[in-house]
Nanobody, 123 residues
Framework: VQLQASGGGLVQAGGSLRLSCAASGSIFSINAMGWYRQAPGKERELVATITSKDNRNYADSVKGRFTISRNNAKHTVYLQMNSLKPEDTAVYYC??????????????????WGQGTQVTVSS
């Protein structure tokens, strides 16, 4: 199983970016998918999560500006980021929680991280 994130880049303050993260492999189901970020010198923090039943959770700092969504059939999660601020600059990581996949003859459930994508917002 792999998570491949894309969509990061450099944008001016007030601009928008859309991140995508696709899970691939012999996937049976994924419970929660989400995005976390880590700025230089800071700990990784939650940005937004979404469950398979479309329950969404956002960090206070991004509420009203970011929107998380997912395509269950494609095992893909998206993060639409609007009104970006310099303090949103970070490496963004996608996460798949309680991902169940086929391992030869059995089902295995585990958590997975993507490789990270850089988001830089200039002032």
């Amino acid at each position: 199983v792999q998570l491949q994130a894309s969509g990061g880049g450099l944008v001016q303050a007030g601009g928008s970016l859309r991140l995508s993260c696709a899970a691939s492999g012999s996937i049976f189901s994924i419970n929660a998918m989400g995005w976390y970020r880590q700025a230089p010198g800071k700990e990784r923090e939650l940005v937004a999560t979404i469950t398979s039943k479309d329950n969404r959770n956002y960090a206070d700092s991004v509420k009203g500006r970011f929107t998380i969504s997912r395509n269950n059939a494609k095992h893909t999660v998206y993060l639409q980021m609007n009104s970006l601020k310099p303090e949103d600059t970070a490496v963004y990581y996608c996460h798949a929680g309680a991902l169940t996949y086929y391992d030869t003859t059995r089902l295995v459930t585990d958590n997975f991280w993507g490789q990270g994508t850089q988001v830089t917002v200039s002032s």
